[in-house]
């Protein structure tokens, strides 16, 4: 009895020490709130401490900084599994490594016995990815609830996802819209701006696009994500939890509606397919209310999903938004339809019905932590099926191509050449110089020229960036055009301007020997020099991406140039440069794409601080007026045309203005224009280029008696062709409307000039080909 007692308590002793040495820290503990609390946001800061306290006291835990970002802060991830596993992690990416790239096994004879035997092995490695978009903050917040759990619980279903997965949690990838966030946020606490969006971009350059970005490559983020998690990882799922709208359905998970991207596997589309509809039966089984599948958002673009090009399905999640994290209160009839489901009634596509209420931030940290363990489960329970559909996927991808298939893409030397070879090798893509050997027909192409093979791991996202996109004419019942979630193109050869010919199997080459001569990466050779006190960029208050991306362009290259905002404008101070000694002054000002009532007016009357409203109102309009007036050039991009067209009482016309989708439509396509070279603007480019049209004016010169200045002082300097298909890839409705008619006019107006283009020139910081457009438009006199 006496012993038995003494064992007793020497055996609590024991255990109670245990417990003591690994105390995993809660949230709450380091934050002072729990995740989801109304009105309480963690900065940046406390989120890198609560990892790292978390690796500090869990075996199950290992936490990196992987990198720096755009403002400077640490860019981190944590590695959760199993002690053992993670004591295993190079054998692990060893596994992912041979399994994504089949040809690394040896000879095809044995490859599939060998990757069995890789496939009992491994591991589902899934990446979930947090706070891309910065407002949508239910995600940082639950990033750090699911980790707790992983770190802490001891529930056999948790024990069963450390031991079969390695799951890679991101927290944030833009850490500095974290901050950006809750600065505002706090700042406007209490008032009547409470759970307002900042007014400013939540990604310095890119705001809301920095999730457009997953092929360009052009952000730090992005760069980091691809190189140290994806292309070391190959991650079989990536989970990316977002937040929509408030008025939809309470949670959208995939599948995603059509169309599909026709690289992407079909194997990725049975993955995100079952896995979709595994999670959304459970939660709906846990009583989860208001969820939609195979609507709104669709698996087009590859901007959006690396992953589907790189063997892993990616699995959206898009949560009803609170403000912020103020709770807010929806009435069932406020509910609105989006694509595909109107969330008032119960459909194959969206149920059982959400009647309204109160949506809190707990709400949303609920759905997202609910899906994420549900979809940990199927990782974890379906371990060598993952496995095996990723093999398969690689296998597909290596296989020699049958006579008629794509064989690969020949890459001809030119100016931008290598800004897009370094984009597919980026993405893992192999590029093979063969020198002088490519032959087409019986014309020899020229010295340099590329060939990307399609039988390589990652063909297919070089196919799809190499070849032209033919978006489906989708209708709805009415015979509406179904708007695609975001644009419907992403041709690179054609916004960079590089030729290149698809080729079929079979395809028979050599390699030169000896050395092959390299075309000199002259990348956008019409940068201009950086002048000092040359141009500014108008700054509106109202975030505007086209502003950010610009900025971009200019700070990469070292260009430097002024903001001006809506106060400088509006107070009429002279912003015209009169001679080159006068600093604080300019010869050019650029307005980025922006609609033309939000240039105007700003923020809706009462939406934001006083302080933050009006836009440029009549006196910005004076002000840039006498600009021009005096000598200046002001440079108005795609939507802001409008503004100046009718501010400045031009003799312009847009012929698609107000035209309904039916009659013309253009969501983000790349079209064909025809140049007038001899005119400055067009110096140094081809006769014919292309041109980025999305929600864009096209213009016709009018007589009309009323406008400020005749129609002689027109002078287009880009039309679209007469006679031809606008069209080059993506979508365009109504196309013959805008045959013959202008797509980028200089208007000369008193001593000085407004030139506008009806198109992004600088679009995504992707089409290079028009670059010399927007660079001579901000430097010619
Ligand atoms: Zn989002």
Known sequence: MRIRTIALLLFLLVTGLATAQTKIPTPSEVLGFTPGEDRKLASWNQVVDYFQRLDGASDRVMFQTLGTTTMGKPFVMATISSPANLARLEEFKKIQDQLADPRKLGPLATRDRKAADLIRQGKTIVLITCGIHSTEVGSYL?????????????????????????????????????????????????TPFEGTDPPELYHKYTGHDNNRDWYAFTQVETQITVDKIHNVWHPQIVHDIHQQGSFGSRLFLPPYMPPVEPNVPKAIVQGYTELGNYMAAEMRAKGFEGITTNSTYDAWSPSRAYSHYHGGVRVLSETASARIATPMTLKFEELRSREGYDPQKESPKFGPLWRGGEWHLSDITKDMTTAAFLLLDHAAENREQWLRRFYAIGKEAVRPRRPGEVFGFLIE?????????????????????????FKLGTSELPAGTKLVRMDQPYGAFAKALLEVQHYPNLRDSTGHPIAPYDVTAHTLSLLMNVPVHAVKAPFRYQRATGTTSEVAAAQNGCAPAPRKDLFAIYHSNVPSQDEGWT????????????????????????????????????YVILIPDQPARSLLEGYRSGSMPPELSGGLGPQGVKTLRDFVETGGTLIFLNRASNFAIEQFKLPLRNVVGGLPRTDFYVPGSILRIELDTSHPLARGMPKETVAWAEDSPVFEVTNDPSASVPATNVHVVASYPADKDPLLSGWLLGGDLIKGKAALVEVTMGKGRVILFGFRPQYRAQSLATYPLFFNALTSK
């Open 413 to 437: 030397p030119a100016n931008d050449c290598e800004a897009l070879l370094n984009i597919l090798r980026r993405g893992g893509v192999e590029i093979t110089t063969a020198g002088t050997n």
């Open 142 to 190: 639950s990033s750090m609830l699911i980790a707790h759990r992983l770190a802490s619980s001891t529930e056999p279903e948790i024990q069963k996802i450390l031991d079969n997965t390695i799951i890679l949690l991101v927290p944030s990838l833009n850490p500095d819209g974290v901050d950006i966030v809750k600065n505002w946020y706090d700042k406007t606490l209490g």
């Open 551 to 586: 900025r971009w362009i200019l700070d990469s290259k070292t260009i430097s140039y002024g903001v001006l905002g809506d106060k400088e404008l509006r107070a009429g101070i002279t912003v015209f440069k009169p001679s080159p000694s006068v600093t604080g002054k300019y």
